[in-house]
C-alpha cells in the first residue's frame, strides 16, 4: 500500500465515489432530509395549534369552576348590607 495507511486510501475512496458514483444519490438523500425537517416542523405547528384551544378550554373550566364555588349571598343579607 505504500507510504499511505488504510485509511488514507478509504478516504481516497470515499471521495472518488461521491464525485463520480454517488453524488446524485447524496443530493437525494440530503433533499429526503430537508423534506422530513420540514414535514417534522409542520407537524409540530399543527401540534401546538390543537394544545392551544385545549389550555383555553382548561382555563374556562377552572373560572367557572371557581364562580361556582364561590357562595351567593343571600337576598336579606344584599338588602341589609
Known sequence: MG????????????????????????S?????????????KKGMKEEEAEAVPEEGQKALKSEQAEEVSKPEPKKNEAQQG
Not at 499511505?4 to 465515489?17: K, Y
Not at 437525494?28 to 417534522?40: A, Q, Y
Open 3 to 26: 507510504t499511505f495507511s488504510i485509511w488514507h486510501w478509504l478516504i481516497v475512496l470515499v471521495v472518488v465515489l461521491v464525485l463520480f458514483g454517488g453524488g446524485g444519490k447524496i
Open 28 to 40: 437525494r438523500l440530503m433533499g429526503d432530509f430537508g423534506k422530513g425537517l420540514k414535514s417534522f
